[in-house]
């Protein structure tokens, strides 16, 4: 296969510089990672796609156990009443719903929403499960799909139907409610940027941006590359607004009647879209290391005659990475070029490459390329499993570090909304500024940018002091953006 046509793969997606939510598209169809399905707003997750979602879902499970939840399952339809016994939750969530009028060909007496996020259900069940304090704390999560119907959607980032966990859970007090909402938006944060090595921006989200029916509301904030927001997980503190709405008492250690104090929290499958936002390139996809599904891709080489030898060494180290934990595959076909190949898996996102030629193997050593850098290693054969390992921390490094440092870079402190604007028309990041705390100032800002606040970080990099709008005395610094 000729030279032109090994680059053929990666000619057919766009440049992120000329049309990023082109290259987004392009670069998640090359890698076969998702389909769309005849329903509008439905995406099919084919299995290179869902693997990511089963490794994402795998390492924060073990989270989620490690720090006492436990994993239940609820069902899918809520009733209609449960809707209204929460008035700012059905004023959040009405908009969005499906619903079930009509099953086994007769109308229902009641009608069923498809759960969008299932507060009300739990709550329901909360109310007949605790009795007592010695019932609590309840500490539930559940793996499931659930329905907001979208109007402009797009694969893994908006979808109508998408793949979450909900945790859910209910305490004696408002101090141990509080302590919980802080320990999974910070399991949150070392998940996404240990593991997926995303850096995010923790903070707290304004009144009019927070979940409806939570008393706060909590997010972790990530930098996309052409400079948007994906909001890429939140914990709520609910107060008592879920227990009084569903009546969830419990006898304290005074024998005296409490409403129960609730929280709840969740990431999703945009976690998919914004580690191929974050780390993608030009060439496709890039995968962080710990949630690839491939990590290592064994590419023998070399002339038909010379075949054999490559081939049983090959297999060897085959056997021994995956017998050391890597998730390694190997593409022995004789019929397709090593450039295409190398092309390929460049593509599809692979972190690191190995190449064994009949030459390496008379060195007794393999090539190693790592997907960030393009740079290539020798490495003994004797030693090839830590250098392999070794290649893929790299890896996970040099994305963690390169998105930070693209983040600082895109993260300006502005003074005012000329300032903001003047920013907007090539804004690509986040501004940080002072905002007075009134829903009119913040309004203004999203009606005349489109930036949104994404959150009061709770370490921005530097204090403002005044609003950008109105120019009164700051009570937050907030990052705003555009957001997916
Ligand atoms: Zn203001």
Redesign the pocket.
Known sequence: MSKDNDKKQVREITPQGEDFSRWYLDAIRKADLMDYSPVRGCIVFKPDGYELWELIQRQLDDRFKATGHRNAYFPLFIPESFFQKEKEHVEGFNPELPWVTEAGGEKLEEKLAIRPTSETMIGHMYSKWIQSYRDLPVLINQWANVVRWEKRTLPFLRTSEFLWQEGHTAHEDEADARRETMLMLETYREFVENVLAIPVITGQKTESEKFAGAVDTYSIEAMMRDGRAVQAGTSHYLGTNFAQAFEIKYLDRENTQQFVHTTSWGVSTRLIGALIMVHGDDNGLVLPPKVAPTQAMLIPIGPPAKREPVLAKAGELLADLKQAGVRIRMDDRSDVSPGWKFNEYEMRGIPVRIELGPRDLENGQAVLVSRVTGEKKTVALDNIVAEVQAMLDTVHQELFTRALQFRDENLRSVDSLADLQANNDKLRGFVLAG??G?RE?EAKVKEETGATSRNIPFEPKEQKTT?L??G?QAKHTVAFARAY
């Open positions: 905002w007075c009134s100032c609003c709008v109105c009164d």
